[in-house]
């Protein structure tokens, strides 16, 4: 298995494969393209599956990018969010529901 930010992964292979041509690459395009299905790509894009070496081969070679190179943007990518993710948030402005307890009229 791949030691990677699976997020990060598929935030650089979505935004490859829209800027891969002259126009937006589909997913069914880059599926025919790979020979890797749909949904497979799909779940790589959105992060919830790690891809195969091979899946990941297959695709970074037909958006015409390097491994090493993948691999060195998702470092960075990953990086990049954990810095996000430490900072603190300010309360949001929107006023919250209230909850009130139930009524136990009949």
């Known amino acids: 298995m791949l030691d990677i ?3 990060a992964l598929g935030l650089l292979l ?3 494969r829209e800027a891969f041509g002259v126009g937006t690459l589909t997913v069914r ?3 025919m393209m790979t020979g890797v299905k749909e949904s497979v790509i799909t779940s790589y ?3 919830v599956r790690q891809p195969s070496l091979r899946n990941l081969w297959r695709i ?3 958006l015409g990018m390097d491994l090493n ?3 060195r943007q998702t470092l960075v990518h990953s ?3 954990d810095e996000l ?3 603190p948030t300010e309360k949001s402005s929107k006023p919250q529901p209230q909850r009130h307890a139930k009524s136990s009229c009949p």
């Open 14 to 16: 979505r935004e490859a």
């Open 60 to 62: 970074v070679t037909a």
């Open 79 to 81: 990086a990049d969010s």
């Open 85 to 87: 993710d430490d900072e």
């Open 29 to 31: 395009e880059l599926s």
């Open 45 to 47: 894009e959105s992060g």
């Open 69 to 71: 190179e993948l691999r």
């Open 5 to 7: 930010d699976l997020r």
